[in-house]
């Protein structure tokens, strides 16, 4: 079985502050893993994801995320934050060897608020 | 390249009545996915298709949700009879590669 665990449902940085935001998985086969963005009444965007190879991985919009097996975490981070990063974010699992099921197993998001 | 499309975009309905969602995938996606938001919540994958043949069901509550994918191409997600526990986001996404999803904009149902 799967599971995200989304540390802090509401997290407030100041414009140009460095963003940071948890996650934590649990997965019983090798993962791979996603953030997505919700701005508000719109859909998921994806913003990067981690499937093999370099544990950095980069994404849209200047974010970034490393994937550390020994921790279980893939945090999300941006060196400077912008008005317009205001939304919410999810991040999610899937299992590698689940063979045709690509279920996405979704952590229970986090708020993002900038301000001034 | 058009994204996924869903409509309604909004929808309110009584409880014990019925409802249906619609979803156009990216063209050329064999996979189709509708998922459950519920406010506060991450999404919950309801059903996955692979064409038109359902690979992943289980979460799906099948004593009132329906869906069907004919012909392998656009999908309808129906709700009978709703309760007020069924308000959520319908999320509608579709993936062509199974390590990507593209979402569409959701159908935000709210039971009364």
């Known amino acids: 079985a799967q599971s995200v665990t989304q540390l802090g449902s509401h997290v407030s940085v100041s414009e140009g502050a460095l963003v940071l935001l948890r996650c934590n998985y649990s997965s019983s086969v090798p993962p791979y893993l996603f953030w997505y963005v919700q701005y508000p009444n719109q859909g998921l965007q994806l913003l990067l994801k981690?499937?093999?190879?370099?544990?950095l991985v980069k994404g849209i919009n200047g974010f970034e995320a490393e994937f550390k097996k020994s921790e279980t975490s893939f945090h999300l981070t941006k060196p400077s934050a912008h008005m317009s990063d205001a939304a919410e974010y999810f991040c999610?699992?899937?299992?590698?060897?689940?063979?045709?099921?690509?279920?996405?197993?979704f952590g229970t998001g986090t708020r993002l608020q900038v301000t001034l | 390249e058009a994204g996924v499309a869903q409509s309604p975009r909004y929808k309110i309905i009584e409880k014990r009545q019925s409802v249906a969602f619609w979803c156009n995938p990216i063209?050329?996606?064999?996979?189709l996915y509708w998922y459950q938001q519920i406010l506060g919540q991450g999404p919950k994958l309801l059903i996955q298709?692979?064409?038109?043949?359902?690979?992943?069901d289980s979460q799906l509550p099948k004593d009132r949700f329906s869906a069907e994918r004919l012909k392998g191409v656009d999908s309808t997600l129906k709700i009978q009879p709703a309760k007020l526990e069924d308000s959520a986001v319908y999320l509608c996404a579709s993936s062509l590669a199974v390590t990507e999803q593209y979402f569409g904009p959701g159908t935000r149902l709210t039971v009364t």
């Open positions: 999610a699992v899937r299992g590698v060897n689940t063979g045709t099921a690509s279920k996405l197993t």
């Open positions: 063209s050329g996606h064999a996979t």
């Open positions: 298709f692979q064409n038109n043949g359902v690979v992943d």
């Open positions: 981690y499937t093999t190879g370099a544990t």
